[in-house]
């Protein structure tokens, strides 16, 4: 009965999102494309090397042992922020709200104190997405592959006062990105809702399988199936069985397509199967 009011609850806020278009209620955002063809870690990695392949591309994240790599639904609320306001503002330094409880609104998280509250766990992943490494590999064959690196950001300095999340503080906390990452941003950002993305915010693979659909519906022209093993490396890297990825891949699609209904895509005994839908957001981006 909870599954199903959950769903009942997803089909009614959907429906909502189809009567006003995500451009319009200023909720369209954008995404990073190196993090749509390859995903960050889904739980906490038990090392500072993760690394997922996408047919030719392959995309290794690094970082310092002492602070750990980003994992979970809070980095990637985060990097569609980032890529959303680098788009908009065309800049490389982005002030992380006016005041922490204002930032934690546009994520679509409600500030929580205490050692496992929200607050703790956002410092925690902005300081290890921010001092993350990237490496984006592609091979395409031996005569052609490159790569490109970079870290996330150059600085970052978090002012925030816990106890104090409604209080504007005396400077700014802020992230200035690299030069390398903040081109890679605007050179081809994925479009997607923002809207949709907090309300599939409980689970990582969600989002990903949700950005991943919208950005592969934008130039699907024919019937295609991928192959679980292929989904595997690219969604699930931390499942020690394909039939488990296969299982909680499905699990989450069912809450993707009821906020992405128009995405034709349907399981089959060696993998899934898409057919070319409309994009759930259109790739109308201005000055891009």
Known sequence: MEHAGKALKLIAESMDLEIEEAKQAGALGYMA???????????????????????????????PPKVGLPYGSMPRLLMAWITTEAVRTKSRELILGDTLSAFMRELGLVPT??????????????????????????????????????????????????????????????????????????????PIDVRTLKKLSQSPLAIDIYVWLTHRMSYLRQRTMILWPTLEAQFGAEYTRTNDFRSAFLYHLKSVLVVYPKANVAPERGGLVLRPSPTHIPRLIPGV
């Open 33 to 63: 494309r190196a993090m749509v063809q390859a995903t960050m870690p889904h739980r906490k990695p038990a090392e500072s090397f993760f690394e997922r392949t996408n047919g030719a591309f392959t995309l290794t994240m690094m970082a």
């Open 113 to 190: 104190g205490g050692r496992w509250g929200s607050i703790t766990r956002l410092r925690e992943q902005c300081r290890r997405l921010f001092t993350t490494s990237v490496s984006c590999l592609y091979v395409g064959d031996p005569r052609h592959q490159g790569e490109t690196g970079f870290r996330i950001a150059d600085r970052h300095m978090l002012w925030w006062d816990p106890k104090s999340p409604d209080q504007a503080d005396l400077f700014a906390s802020i992230v200035h990105l690299s030069e390398l990452f903040f081109a890679e941003l605007i050179k081809a950002p994925v």
